[in-house]
C-alpha cells in the first residue's frame, strides 16, 4: 500500500529543514547545536595523525640510513682485505648509479669514517669500461650484463661485488645479501678465482654460504 504524505506535511518538513540549516545564532531555540567541541576534536585528531605520521616517516629514514652505514661498511671491509698485482694507489671502485646505495658508497671520507677505496659512480656500461676501474659495484645490473662488462675488461683484475645478485651463482664475486635492517654477503668462489685479484681468507669466513636459503 502507498502512503502518500499531505501538502501541509510536507510544507512542515522542508520549513523544518530550512529552520535548521540556519546558523546557530540565528536560531531561536534551545536546539542551537554548538560545534566548538567538534571543531576542536577533529583538529586534535588531525594534528595527532599528522604526528604519527612524522614519526613514522622519520623512523624509516633513521633505518634506511642504518642500512647505508652497513652496506658501506661492508664494502669498506672487502676492499681493503683485497690485493690488486702491482697496485700502488688507492683502488678505484666504481659504482653504478643504478645501485640504492650509490650515495653513500660514494660519500667522501671523515675522520670517523675512511674508506680504503676511491669511488667513482658510472651510468652505463660503456662509461665503466672508460673509466678504467679497480673495483665494479653492480646495482640492478643482470648477471648477464655483470659478465659481459667483466668479459670486456678481460683481463685486468677486478674485485666484483653486486648490490642486487641474490643467487650469486653468475656475474660477480661478492653478492650483498640486504634483508630489512640486516646486511651480509656471499661469495662465489668460481668467479672470484678468475678475477684476478687476491682476498683475504678471513673475509671468506664471514661470508654465507652460497646455498644457504634461509630466510
Known amino acids: 500500500m502507498t502512503r502518500y504524505i499531505g501538502d501541509d506535511k510536507i510544507g512542515r518538513i522542508q520549513t523544518h529543514k530550512k529552520y535548521w540549516c540556519l546558523p546557530p545564532e540565528h536560531r531561536h531555540d534551545d536546539k542551537a547545536l554548538d560545534v566548538t567541541p567538534i571543531m576542536r576534536r577533529l583538529t586534535f585528531s588531525a594534528a595527532l595523525i ?46 653504478f648509479s643504478s645501485s640504492v646505495f650509490s ?8 675522520s670517523t669514517d675512511g674508506i680504503p677505496y676511491h ?14 676501474c679497480d ?14 662488462i667483466i668479459e670486456q675488461y678481460h683481463p685486468r683484475p677486478l674485485l666484483l661485488i653486486a648490490e642486487q645478485n641474490t643467487q650469486c651463482t653468475l656475474g660477480s664475486s661478492f653478492c650483498l645479501n640486504i634483508k630489512n635492517s640486516h646486511v651480509s ?15 683475504n681468507p678471513d673475509v ?11 630466510e
Open 135 to 148: 673495483g665494479l659495484y653492480f646495482g640492478s645490473e643482470s648477471p648477464q650484463q655483470q659478465l659481459q
Open 185 to 199: 654477503f656471499s661469495v662465489n668462489l668460481d668467479s672470484l678465482t678468475r678475477s684476478g685479484v687476491r682476498v
Open 50 to 95: 599528522a604526528c604519527l605520521c612524522l614519526v613514522s616517516q622519520n623512523a624509516t629514514a633513521a633505518e634506511d640510513n642504518d642500512v647505508a652505514a652497513r652496506v658501506r661498511t661492508i664494502v669498506a671491509g672487502i676492499v681493503s682485505y683485497t690485493r690488486w698485482p702491482q697496485q700502488q694507489v688507492q683502488p678505484k671502485l666504481c659504482i
Open 204 to 214: 671468506l669466513l664471514l661470508a654465507r654460504p652460497r646455498n644457504n636459503n634461509d
Open 103 to 110: 650515495a653513500a658508497l660514494a660519500r667522501a671520507s671523515s
Open 119 to 132: 669511488p667513482q659512480v658510472v651510468h652505463s656500461l660503456n662509461e665503466a669500461l672508460l673509466s678504467q
